[in-house]
């Protein structure tokens, strides 16, 4: 994830139309994101053979309940890391605060960010030595439609920890790593989706909108 790494280290505020579209429902360009499923198709609760997890941590994608946790696993550089992954909650802003996001105001009419919170728990695996990539394949989508990605918007969020100050990550440490969205204002249903890997199936935490 060097490209997102660099936006992040440089303090980069990367909004653009191509993202701002997403979540309109328009062609996503130059976003980092992708996952197996449509764009415009939010993955339906029961659709997978795992959407009813058996006991203990799910693995390999599927709808959970709030409060449950996943496990997954991600390359972190060289090194495979097994984190379990927990969606908490989703903080949504106003239109104001969209306008500081954005260079172009007028391009964002309408929408305002969401704020999704993971907890990531490393549970096996080496020491993450560099700024983690295990937050990298979050996705907010809002009623059905995938949300427009905010790089580097989240890092002072209240509850977040900023990615870049994170070194030495060991088993048994818990962070909070966060992504921000652009969303259509009044969205009903609001969805974060993790993967372990970009095109791998994602697990999904449903909450409600504002």
Known sequence: MLYRKN?????????????????????????????SKSKDEAPAAGS???????????????????????????KEGATPVTYEVLAQKVDVGTE??????????????GLVPAVAHLKFTHKGGGVVKETPDAADTTEIWADGRRGGLVIGASEDAP?????????????GESHVLCETYLVPKGSKGLEVHWAEKEDGEPYVWKFAGK
């Open 159 to 171: 509850g977040c920890d900023d990615p870049l100050d994170i070194e030495g990550w060991k088993q």
């Open 96 to 109: 104001a605060d969209t306008q500081k996001l954005v260079r172009d105001p007028k391009k964002a009419k």
């Open 48 to 74: 997978h053979a795992k959407d009813k997890p058996a006991e203990g941590k799910p693995t390999g994608g599927g709808a959970l309940r709030a409060g449950k946790s996943a496990t997954g696993k991600v």
């Open 7 to 35: 936006l992040l280290r440089f303090g980069v505020p990367a909004v653009t139309l191509a993202l701002a579209l997403t979540a309109c429902g328009g062609d996503d360009g130059g976003s980092k994101k992708s996952n």
